[in-house]
Structure formats: C-alpha cells, structure tokens
C-alpha cells in the first residue's frame, strides 16, 4: 500500500540549476570585488534557485512551532516536568516566549501547532490544533508511535507550510517545543549515524553530568531493542521519534514540495530535516541551517548533511529561535543581491 507522504516524495525535485546559474552572473556584476560577501552570495544563489525567480525574497515569512510530549520522559530522562510543555503554550500565546518576541523582532508570522501535547489545549486562543494524539508512547519498552500516527504528524506538518504558501509566505523557520525531545532527537541521531548515543546526548534542558549520562543509557537499550537500520529513515521517526519530529519532517519535506526556504533550528529540528533527507535527498536544497546549537549531537547532524550553519550562538532553546535569528542574514543577503548597481549601472570599469 502507498502512503500519502510516499506520493509526497515523487514530487520533490531539485531546484533547477539554471535560477542558481543567473544569481551567480548578477553577483559577478554587482558593484564589488567578486566573491567579497562571501557566503551571502551563495545564500542569495540558494534562494533565488529555491524561488524559481532572479529576485529572490525572505519575506514574507512565517516561523512555525511545532509542540508535542514524550512518553520517554517516564524514564527520568528530562530535567523539568512535561506539564511545562502544556504550561509553556501561556507565554506563546501572551507574547512572552523568546520566540513571540523574535518573531515581533523580524517581522515573521508566528504559528503555534499543538500535535501532541498531553493535555486539553482547544480551548486555548491563537493555536493552530492538529493533536495526533496525548504525547508519544515510552520508546524504551515500545515504539513511539504506530505508522498511522507518524503519518498523521508528518500530514499535519506538509499541511501546514502549505496553507502558508498559499497565503504568499516565502520562508519558513521550523522548531518544537516539547520537554523530553533532545532524548526522541539523539535517539533519531544515533540510529540514523551509527553514533554511539554517549556522542550525540547533551544535557537538554540542564541536565546534570549524571543525568546526561543516564539519559544515553536509556537511548543505548531503546536501540538494542528496536535494532533501526540507518537505511530505514521512517522506521527509526516510527520507533524512537516524537510526534514534534515527524511533523517538522513533514513541515521540510512540504517545503521542498512547494518551493519554500525552509530554515532548519537546532538540534532536534536538524534530526527532522536529516530525516527528511533520508526520505528525499533532493529536499536538503531547499534547506537553509539557521545555527549550531550547545548540542553535542548537532554537529554530527550536520556533518552528515554536510551543510555549515549561519550562526554559531551556543543555543540551545529550540523554539526555532536560533532560525528566526538566521532570518536577518536571509534579508542581508536579498537585499544586496536585488539592491545593488552593477558595475554598468553605476558606469564603473
């Protein structure tokens, strides 16, 4: 039987070289020494490629949040509770989060989409609501979700970006909020690398050395028991993803398929996008990586994408704040591409 996102990866293609080819010809007659913005012009070739157009755009753009628990937090593997995650929609909504005010700050549409927080959220104002179900299941003893589930997370992640293409939206930043997913994104990080988990675990939220140490532990069994093979990307989201991770994969893969620059976070929305990957290789040209974050795993993630990150903060909140920051050198580098004179234009050489 062929699933819906299975018909979804048909249709992601590459940009066609040809958008990137006239964004070089135009930088290369910008008024400048060639090459003197560096990677602004390549980010600028990206866009321009990804948007089909010789004047490519990072507005208007939206930054989507994706919220869900984890059913391993049962395993002590968090250092705050999992009603924050319920209780942390509050500040979302009332404009306190760091997100809200970043999202104020660079003048992008903020969307909060509740996938499967483990509490009754629809009563709550200004929360796109696509609840698969309560939270995932305790990947230690069973896989985090059924196929259907994970299915229904990535659908509600490709339908989302979409709705927002719709609407004229160019560029998108993807984060989660949900305690206990740097355990679900080291799981994803190790099974798809062959990394040991010990490598790619950090402290998440603040856990202590111990804490970290015992959170690999956890992530080490979990693996032996579902024995998940690096070529089998839905299978390793199914078994020891989150709900947040498998529709922020669906939220990548939608861009790829609608022709959105989609601007990857930190570490858990970088396991998302090396999962998108897997599924659809050609999706990673419609990837834009915001920063590194304090993750040990992260660097790992990206090494196996082989991709550089435009900033290096030593964030570690998710929320997609490190990609909304990554927003301004997005603008930077459409502006100088679209706005500067040519050497004859300005009757220079």
Known sequence: MTHWWQSLLENIHPPQPVWAEKAAVRQASLVKPPGSLGRLETLAARIAAIQATETPQSRPRAIVVFCADHGICAEGVNAFPTRITHQHLHNFIGGGAAIAVLARLTGSELVICDVGIDADVLHLPGIRHSKVRRGTRNFAHEPAMTPEECAAALHAGYTTVSELRQRGIR????????????????????????????????????????????????????????????????????????????????????????????????????????????????????????H??????????????????????????????????????????????????????AQMG
């Open 171 to 290: 560029a998108v930043a993807i984060g989660e909020m949900g305690i206990g997913n740097t355990t679900a994104a080291a799981a994803v990080t190790a099974a798809l690398t062959g990394k040991p988990p010990e490598l790619v675990t950090g402290r998440g939220s603040g856990l202590s050395p111990e804490g970290v140490a015992h959170k690999a532990d956890v992530i080490r069994h979990a693996l032996e028991r579902h024995r998940l093979r690096p070529d089998a990307p839905y299978d390793i989201l199914v078994n020891v993803g989150g709900l947040d991770l498998a529709a922020m994969c669906g939220a990548f893969l939608g861009c790829a398929a609608e022709g959105l620059v989609a601007v990857a976070d930190g570490y858990v929305s970088t396991a998302a996008a090396a999962v998108a990957v897997a599924l659809a290789p050609a999706a990673r040209e419609f990837m834009v990586f915001g």
């Open 292 to 345: 590194c974050s304090a993750e040990p795993g992260h660097q790992v993630l990206l090494d196996l994408l082989g991709v550089t990150p435009l900033l290096q903060l030593d964030l570690c909140l998710g929320e997609a704040s490190g990609a909304a920051l990554a927003f301004s050198i997005l603008d930077a580098a459409c502006s100088l591409h679209v706005g500067m004179v040519t050497f004859a234009e």
